[in-house]
C-alpha cells in the first residue's frame, strides 16, 4: 500500500515500464537501476531487496533500488527525504548508499541519526560518460578474459577492490561469493585484461552493468609497479572501443574527486564529466 503522506510504496511486475521510463529519463547516470530492473523484473527475490516508488496523482516520479546498495533515482531533494523516512522505519539493511550527489547528501540527512557511523563517506565523485570513440590509440594487447585467467585475474581483482574500498572482499568469509562474481563477469564477457609476455597481468577493467543504453565500468587496475607507463590510458581507450562495438554505445564510470591520476586518464581516453555522485560506505 502506500504511505499516506509522501506516496512511496514497493514496485514490482506491474510498475516495470513506469519504473524504465523514469530511469530512461537519464539512462546513462541509472544505468545500474536500469539495469537491475530489467534482469530481475522488479521481483524482491532476485532484487536480493526492494525497488520504492514514489508517485503523484497516480504517477510514478521518482525510485530507490534498495538492495545491498541504496541507489536514489530520479530523485529531487523531496523525494529524497521521503525516501529516507521509509528506511528510517526500515532500519539499515544496505552497505553503501551511492548515486547523484544531492539525493545522496539529503537522504543520508535523513537517516544519519539513527544509522550509525559510516565507514567512509566520499561526497565528490565525476560521473563521466563518453558516447564516442577514444581520443588515443587502444591498446590492441587488451582482450576478454576466460577462465584461464583467474590465477593472475582474481589476485588483480582482490588488490584492485582492497586498494579502492579500504577493506578486503575476502573479508569475513566473503572469498567464494566474491570469486563467484568475478567469475560471472568472465562468463558475460564483461571482463577485460592486458597480460605481458610472461603472462602477468598488466591492466584490467569490468563492465559493472550495461542495458542497450549505456555501460558502467568498474575495477580499472594497473599494479602499482607499472603505474604512469601509459597502460591504463591505452588500456581505458581499448576498452571503450570493444564495449562501444559490442556492448553498448555510451561507456560511463564514477571516480573519487582526489583521484588525480585516474581522472587525467580518463580525460586523456575522452571522458567528460556529466554529473557528480556520492558514496557513503558502511
Given at each position: 500500500?502506500?504511505?499516506?503522506?509522501?506516496?512511496?510504496?514497493?514496485?514490482?511486475?506491474?510498475?516495470?515500464?513506469?519504473?524504465?521510463?523514469?530511469?530512461?529519463?537519464?539512462?546513462?547516470v541509472n544505468?545500474?537501476?536500469?539495469?537491475?530492473?530489467?534482469?530481475?523484473?522488479?521481483?524482491?527475490?532476485?532484487?536480493?531487496?526492494?525497488?520504492?516508488?514514489?508517485?503523484?496523482?497516480?504517477?510514478?516520479?521518482?525510485?530507490?533500488?534498495?538492495?545491498?546498495?541504496?541507489?536514489?533515482?530520479?530523485?529531487?531533494?523531496?523525494?529524497a527525504?521521503?525516501?529516507?523516512?521509509?528506511?528510517?522505519?526500515?532500519?539499515?539493511?544496505?552497505?553503501?548508499i551511492?548515486?547523484?550527489?544531492?539525493?545522496?547528501?539529503?537522504?543520508?540527512?535523513?537517516?544519519?541519526?539513527?544509522?550509525?557511523?559510516?565507514?567512509?563517506?566520499?561526497?565528490?565523485?565525476?560521473?563521466?560518460?563518453?558516447?564516442?570513440?577514444?581520443?588515443?590509440?587502444?591498446?590492441?594487447?587488451?582482450?576478454?578474459?576466460?577462465?584461464?585467467?583467474?590465477?593472475?585475474?582474481?589476485?588483480?581483482c582482490?588488490?584492485?577492490?582492497?586498494?579502492?574500498?579500504?577493506?578486503?572482499?575476502?573479508?569475513?568469509?566473503?572469498?567464494?561469493?566474491?570469486?563467484?562474481?568475478?567469475?560471472?563477469?568472465?562468463?558475460?564477457?564483461?571482463?577485460?585484461?592486458?597480460?605481458?609476455?610472461?603472462?602477468?597481468?598488466?591492466?584490467?577493467?569490468?563492465v559493472?552493468?550495461?542495458?542497450?543504453?549505456?555501460?558502467q565500468?568498474?575495477?580499472?587496475?594497473?599494479?602499482?609497479?607499472?603505474?604512469?607507463?601509459?597502460?591504463?590510458?591505452?588500456?581505458?581507450?581499448?576498452?571503450?572501443?570493444?564495449?562501444?562495438?559490442?556492448?553498448?554505445?555510451?561507456?560511463?564510470?564514477?571516480?573519487?574527486?582526489?583521484?588525480t591520476?585516474?581522472?587525467?586518464?580518463?580525460?586523456?581516453?575522452?571522458?567528460?564529466?556529466?554529473?557528480?555522485?556520492?558514496?557513503?560506505?558502511?
Amino acid at each position: 500500500m502506500l504511505t499516506t503522506r509522501h506516496g512511496v510504496r514497493p514496485l514490482g511486475a506491474a510498475d516495470l515500464d513506469a519504473f524504465l521510463a523514469l530511469a530512461r529519463r537519464d539512462p546513462v547516470v541509472n544505468v545500474f537501476a536500469d539495469y537491475r530492473a530489467t534482469t530481475t523484473n522488479l521481483e524482491p527475490r532476485w532484487l536480493g531487496g526492494e525497488m520504492w516508488g514514489r508517485f503523484e496523482a497516480g504517477d510514478l516520479v521518482a525510485a530507490c533500488h534498495v538492495g545491498a546498495n541504496l541507489v536514489p533515482v530520479s530523485a529531487t531533494a523531496d523525494d529524497a527525504a521521503a525516501f529516507a523516512e521509509r528506511a528510517l522505519a526500515r532500519g539499515r539493511t544496505v552497505s553503501t548508499i551511492v548515486g547523484p550527489q544531492d539525493a545522496v547528501r539529503t537522504f543520508w540527512n535523513g537517516v544519519a541519526s539513527s544509522w550509525g557511523q559510516p565507514r567512509e563517506s566520499r561526497w565528490d565523485q565525476p560521473h563521466l560518460e563518453l558516447a564516442a570513440g577514444p581520443l588515443v590509440a587502444p591498446d590492441p594487447l587488451v582482450r576478454r578474459t576466460t577462465r584461464e585467467d583467474m590465477p593472475e585475474l582474481y589476485p588483480a581483482c582482490v588488490a584492485m577492490y582492497t586498494e579502492e574500498v579500504g577493506v578486503s572482499p575476502e573479508y569475513g568469509g566473503g572469498a567464494d561469493l566474491y570469486r563467484a562474481r568475478v567469475t560471472q563477469l568472465i562468463n558475460r564477457g564483461w571482463s577485460f585484461a592486458r597480460f605481458d609476455d610472461q603472462g602477468r597481468l598488466v591492466f584490467k577493467a569490468e563492465v559493472a552493468c550495461a542495458t542497450p543504453y549505456a555501460a558502467q565500468i568498474q575495477g580499472v587496475f594497473v599494479p602499482a609497479d607499472l603505474r604512469g607507463l601509459g597502460l591504463a590510458t591505452a588500456g581505458m581507450a581499448a576498452v571503450v572501443q570493444l564495449v562501444r562495438r559490442e556492448i553498448a554505445p555510451v561507456v560511463s564510470l564514477y571516480v573519487n574527486d582526489w583521484n588525480t591520476t585516474a581522472r587525467a586518464v580518463y580525460e586523456r581516453v575522452g571522458f567528460r564529466e556529466t554529473a557528480r555522485f556520492a558514496t557513503v560506505m558502511f
